[in-house]
């Protein structure tokens, strides 16, 4: 795919492997807000067609070390239930009120639905979904509106729970390793 460009969140993720290989990785920093402008940004300044977001995420369904291709994404921190919305919800939005679907690329890993919140989710989350992370939402919402494909894979790197801050860091390097040889696959 010569029209692809790869974004992750922060250097934690790729650990300088993309890099020593020659790969331009997109770093949005955390949260939605900045994944949202950093993706942006990142398609107006390269015009790609595909939008290849490769990072980790919590999970009390799939395994640690798992890859797992996001096929839809939801807001798990868009709560306007006072009002009589259901959570996850965003009022008032003509296009994107709720879950955004993505089409499935990769044949042999196994998908999920991912719940993107602006927390470090160590619970139960207020929405329907099997992984969760702080940036994907923003990511697909951009590529939505602008036409532009999104691919998303996350390497499982805890379990979404008390000990999930340990767990992230300790797992990122092969977290890394593994996703750097799915992008080879890609490319």
């Known amino acids: 795919m010569s029209d692809l460009a790869l974004i992750m969140a922060l250097p934690n993720e790729s650990k300088g492997l993309f890099e020593a290989e020659g790969i331009q990785v997109n770093y949005s920093g955390i949260g939605k807000v900045n994944a949202a402008f950093k993706a942006f940004e990142v398609i107006q300044n390269t015009g790609c067609s595909t939008l290849l977001n ?53 044949d042999h890993l196994p998908k999920g639905i991912c719940g993107t919140g ?47 801050h340990l767990d992230w860091e300790e797992n990122l390097l092969l977290g890394a390793k593994k996703l750097l040889d799915l992008y080879q696959m890609v490319k």
Request: with cysteine.
């Open 54 to 106: 490769l990072g980790s995420a919590g999970s009390s369904h799939f395994n640690a070390h798992e890859l797992v291709e996001v096929t839809q994404f939801v807001q798990r921190d868009m709560d306007v239930s006072p009002l009589g919305f259901e959570i996850g919800m965003t009022p008032m939005d003509q296009h994107f009120p709720g879950a955004i679907e993505l089409e499935s690329f990769f």
């Open 118 to 164: 602006d927390s470090f989710e160590t619970g139960i989350s207020k929405v329907a979904c099997n992984l969760v992370d702080m940036e994907g939402y923003a990511l697909a919402k951009v590529c939505k509106k602008l036409g532009v494909r999104l691919i998303s894979v996350k390497y499982i790197t805890d379990g979404a729970n008390e000990t999930a």
